[in-house]
């Protein structure tokens, strides 16, 4: 069937409107085809391609829970950060379900020293090691990790964070994720939290912990205009939960 051909039944089907969603869907999807190609090739990496979780080899009773590896705009990312005024120099940035690494090595181009990923996938954990070595190799002052185990068992360095999470996971283990950052903050961490595609942004507001933060307009204008997903922002207060 040609797109014209397509086009005429989008319209037949769902009339206008359903028509305009579909042109909407695709100018975003060539805009961050042709900045997210550019990226993997500048840094002679792949990380534009998704993965089934059922193609991979994971030993975890939280597979089920979990979504598939799909990456992270790259344009998105600065406007996220920038909206949550983070501070590079301080903060440990830690990407829950890191996948094949995209979101450290734009956080690095961002002036992040330190990163940390999280991921249980060991495929995409060798991938993403792999693509950070690769794009960070004359970058020596960046201190690096990405651990292969699932977020339950996450134990976050001892520093500030700025976690960000692509709704990797779902239910009782994201629960566990927003546990873990409570009980960092409350042994006197400073946590920012941001949560691209909130699907289970629910259990965020349900969480005594976590604040949510105002999102700046151009971050608002930006997600409106070229994503297919929204992003909820918070900070994790201190003294919410028992430090463990
Ligand atoms: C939607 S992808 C996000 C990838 C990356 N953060 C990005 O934004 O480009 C979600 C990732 O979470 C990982 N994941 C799902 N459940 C997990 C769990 N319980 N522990 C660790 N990683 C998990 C998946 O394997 C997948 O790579």
């Known amino acids: 069937m040609s797109s014209t051909t397509s086009i005429f039944e989008t319209m037949k089907r769902g009339g206008p409107g359903a028509v305009f969603q579909r042109l909407r869907n695709g100018a975003i999807a060539r805009f961050h085809y042709f900045f997210d190609a550019r990226f993997d090739r500048r840094h002679g990496i792949e990380t534009s391609q998704g993965r089934d979780l059922e193609d991979l080899d994971i030993d975890s009773p939280n597979k089920a829970l979990g979504v598939e590896y799909a990456p992270t705009p790259v344009t998105l990312l600065p406007l996220m ?24 090595v734009k956080a690095a181009e961002f002036g992040f020293r330190k990163l940390v990923g999280v991921e249980f996938a060991p495929e995409l954990a060798e991938t993403a090691r792999d693509n950070l070595k690769a794009a ?40 566990a994720a927003l546990d873990i950052l409570a009980a960092h903050a409350a042994r006197g961490w400073n946590v920012n939290f941001i949560y691209y595609n909130p699907q289970s942004q629910s259990l965020v507001e349900a969480h005594p912990a976590f604040e949510p933060v105002s999102k700046s307009a151009s971050l608002n204008a930006a997600l409106a205009l070229a994503s297919w997903h929204g992003a909820a922002l918070y900070r994790v207060r201190a003294g919410e939960a028992e430090a463990s």
Do not use: H
């Open 81 to 104: 950060l920038r909206a949550m005024k983070v501070d590079p120099a301080r903060e440990t940035f830690v990407d829950l379900g890191c996948g094949k690494g995209r979101v450290m």
């Open 136 to 175: 960070l190799r004359d970058k020596s002052d960046i201190d690096w990790d990405v651990r292969q185990e699932d977020v339950v068992g996450f134990q976050p360095p001892e520093s500030d964070l700025c976690v960000f999470a692509y709704n990797p996971f779902n239910g009782s283990v994201f629960e």
